[in-house]
């Protein structure tokens, strides 16, 4: 019988690497998913708040049988878990276009690529026509820098 597998010796999984045309031929689709979004993000702001009324009101009594609440906020508690699913959902979808989902409320979604050599992230927003900046994998949107400012880019 064969012993553990060292996974130190596994080379990194590979990374779909994404060109500037690349990427902007999904804006539109990215657009999409997250107009779809818009709504489930909503419902669950005002789920979470209708929960943490329940809770701050009856306290560790919400989820007891003597709460006259209690099927209320196992109600919302359902819709939220459904909330999140569909959020979910979407989410893999941008994953499996080869995005990466940073930030939903603003639509941040960074894709690899290779700029000068080194591994990095072309990073879009929501609303922007099209890819036009790009960070590290360290840095973060607090990173970002025009496209044409980065060397290779």
């Not at 010796?9 to 990215?30: C, E, I, S």
């Amino acid at each position: 019988m064969a012993g553990p597998v060292d996974l130190d010796v596994l080379p990194d999984p590979p990374v779909r690497l994404f060109t500037r045309d690349k990427a902007d031929a999904l804006v539109p689709v990215l657009e999409a998913i997250l107009l779809r979004m818009d709504p489930t993000l909503t419902r669950i702001r005002e789920l979470r708040d209708l929960m943490e009324d329940q809770e701050a009101y009856w306290g560790s009594a919400v989820q007891e049988p003597i709460n006259p609440d209690r099927d209320t906020y196992g109600q919302l508690l359902a819709d939220l878990t459904s909330a999140r699913a569909s959020l979910v959902e979407d989410t893999d979808a941008i994953r499996d276009l080869g995005g990466q989902l940073k930030d939903a409320d603003q639509g941040l979604v960074d894709f690899y690529a290779r700029i000068d050599g080194q591994l990095a992230y072309l990073c879009w927003r929501r609303g922007e026509p099209r890819v036009a900046h790009w960070h590290t994998l360290e840095a973060g949107f607090a990173g970002r820098r025009a496209l044409s400012d980065g060397p290779g880019a």
